[in-house]
């Protein structure tokens, strides 16, 4: 298994990005809060995880390990798989879910777009134990761009959505705030869609 790749990145999208070591270019599915951080940078390390099953082989990077570590917690949740650990880190800071867990907050859960209240109640449940309090600041990268809409189109469509449905979503939040960065805007879509 995998436990880190350093390259350059050829590719950044909210949904994934392709680093390029040893003349080889690896598609690795990330959260938005990786793409946050990682958004500035031509060269990153990024900590993987990766799954092997008999349809798919794929690569999950993680800016830090704490993200890596709360998205292997979840995995190991029934019913929770890949795609929806990486909305769960696409919606929330790794920090912010760990004290969503730890204080049992089911409502912040249950508006993250695919868990319901049974799910909400069984992270809490099964993680509870495992996840510790301490919060971490994180700093919010400005996209300063023309392609903001685009991006977060893609990233939403990538995540499984309709382009249709999240035009709509997206062009209502860019017309309420147009000073809007990429990630607050595709949190907050995630919370309409």
């Excluded at 350093?6 to 392709?18: F, I, M, R």
Aim: net charge positive.
């Amino acid at each position: 298994m995998f436990d880190y790749i350093s390259g350059k990145l050829v590719e950044k999208n909210p949904a994934y990005c392709v680093i390029e070591t040893g003349n080889i270019g690896y598609f690795i599915n990330i959260s938005l809060t990786t793409y946050g951080q990682i958004n500035q940078f031509d060269e990153c390390k990024l900590f993987l995880h990766q799954i092997i099953r008999e349809d798919l082989q794929a690569l999950y990077g993680f800016f830090t390990l704490p993200e890596r570590e709360i998205f292997r917690l979840l995995i190991s949740i029934s019913g929770i798989g890949a795609n929806t650990a990486r909305m769960i880190l696409s919606s929330l800071k790794p920090d912010e879910l760990r004290n969503i867990i730890a204080t049992g907050n089911v409502n912040v859960l249950q508006s993250i777009k695919g868990i319901g209240s049974k799910t909400a109640q069984r992270i809490i449940v099964e993680l509870r134990d495992k996840v510790g309090k301490t919060v971490t600041l994180d700093e919010n990268i400005l996209v300063k761009n023309n392609t903001i809409k685009e991006e977060a189109l893609s990233a939403l469509v990538m995540l499984g959505f309709t382009r249709n449905a999240v035009e709509k979503v997206v062009n209502g939040i860019l017309l309420s705030d147009k000073t809007i960065t990429l990630e607050e805007l595709i949190k907050k879509a995630l919370k309409q869609l």
